[in-house]
């Protein structure tokens, strides 16, 4: 109990103190990068619906990004997963890279993705599905103690035109601490548009252009023994954003288990706050100009 | 020979500096075709208050806003340098940014909004 408490006030106090603008994904990256000198804090939870009785577990996730430069974006995750009748714990940390080769705007813009995870056996989040990533049979307090140290690499592609985006990332992720196991695949895509092209003049909070709306569809494509679609779980998700005010995102997906393998339903979401300026502020504090 | 060309590179480095200064990166060139474009929303001066939402969301950070000048080495947009640029050069800028130097692409805006932002960066021009 303490611990799920513990959980709760982490993600509390981030979304407290925190969120952004960008497209609506919950697993696809697009091209936009954090933009300079800002920082990014947001938090996810997936709600896990398992079929076959399997129970269901909350897995939550908080994200701080920080925009290097105009091509380089950095972030550190923190995670953790809870289950009725089982335990809260956490599991584990990412720490994220991406950077953008092009300097300007192109037709398909490619982002090369790369991220270190210190997890346990125990995460729930699935940021990403890879292999035959599947249903969650054992228990949180049984897998506590698997440590797994994974890196993991995306090529993000994407594209804006007449206000769609559209991404495509292909995923593969190494397992450091069991080496002989094969590397595993994945990929993630997306297509997003805001509800309204023009900005009303007005000061709202519920004009259609503060809302995008789109759809992902994830899953695993096997491993490097058998790269395949078949028995590997996939999901369609419609994704929803609502942006509220210069600085906060609001966001919500279900996603639907289309496969087997799949759960019946990850329901996600997520909330972002920006802090504009972050590194200036940071700087000055240290007698910077 | 020596001399000559610490001149020269010392000349260089003013130059190169004095240009940093004025926030202008001088290989960010508009092609032609894109300086070309017309706003298509000229007509329609209300879209203005729109773009200074979009404005106030996105650019103020490093531009700075009507009443305060820029908060780094972005440029003023109400400069006559700025100014100066036709409309379809804005909206290029705009839209493809220029990752080296930190200027972000807002390509993720829709057209009409990135329209209505060169829109409002017109009324910040120096009176």
């Known amino acids: 109990m303490r611990s799920f408490l513990a959980v709760l006030a982490l993600l509390v106090a981030s979304v407290v103190s925190s969120a952004a603008q960008g497209t609506p994904y919950f697993t696809t990256y697009d091209h936009t990068m954090e933009e300079p000198g800002n920082l990014e804090l947001s938090t996810q939870t997936v709600i896990g619906l398992q079929k076959h009785d399997l129970p269901t577990y909350w897995a939550p996730l908080v994200e701080m990004e920080y925009g290097l430069t105009g091509w380089w974006s950095t972030a550190l995750y923190l995670e953790g997963a809870s289950a009725n009748h089982d335990a809260t714990v956490f599991t584990g940390y990412r720490l994220e890279n991406r950077w953008k080769p092009l300097k300007s705007e192109h037709r398909i813009n490619p982002v090369l993705y790369f991220e270190f995870e210190d997890i346990r056996g125990a995460s729930r989040i699935q940021k990403e599905i890879v292999g035959f990533d599947g249903a969650q049979e054992e228990r949180i307090r049984d897998q506590h103690g698997e440590r797994e140290r994974e890196i993991e690499g995306k090529l993000i592609l994407s594209s804006n035109a007449k206000g769609w985006n559209i991404a495509e990332n292909l995923i593969f992720e190494k397992n450091l601490s069991a080496f002989d196991e094969p590397t595993e695949f994945g990929y993630s895509f997306g297509v997003s548009r805001p509800l309204a092209m023009l900005a009303s003049g007005k000061d709202c909070k519920f004009c259609r252009e503060n809302f995008a709306a789109g759809v992902e569809m994830y899953g695993g494509l096997g491993d490097w023994d058998r790269f395949s679609l078949r028995d590997a779980a996939h999901y369609v998700a419609p994704v929803l954003a609502w942006q509220l005010g210069n600085s906060q995102q609001l966001k919500v997906s279900p996603g639907f288990g289309i496969s087997s393998a799949s759960q019946r339903m990850l329901l996600r979401f997520g909330y972002t706050y920006e802090i504009h300026g972050f590194g200036r502020m940071v700087s000055q504090m240290f007698g910077g100009k | ?127």
């Open chain 2, 1 to 127: 020979m020596g001399a000559r060309l610490l001149a020269v590179g010392i000349l260089a480095c003013a130059v190169s500096m004095a240009v940093a200064q004025a926030g202008v990166d001088p290989s960010w060139v508009v092609p032609e075709k894109a300086r070309q474009q017309q706003n298509p929303l000229k007509d329609k001066p209300d879209a203005a208050l729109g773009g200074k939402k979009i404005f106030t969301r996105t650019c103020v950070t490093c531009h700075g806003d009507e009443k305060n000048a820029r908060k780094n080495n972005a440029p003023n947009l109400g400069s006559e340098v700025v100014q100066a640029e036709p409309d379809g050069a804005l909206f290029w800028r705009i839209s493809n940014g220029n990752s080296r130097k930190g200027m972000p692409s807002f390509s993720s805006l829709p057209e009409p909004q990135r329209w209505q932002l060169v829109l409002y960066i017109r009324s910040l021009a120096r009176k």
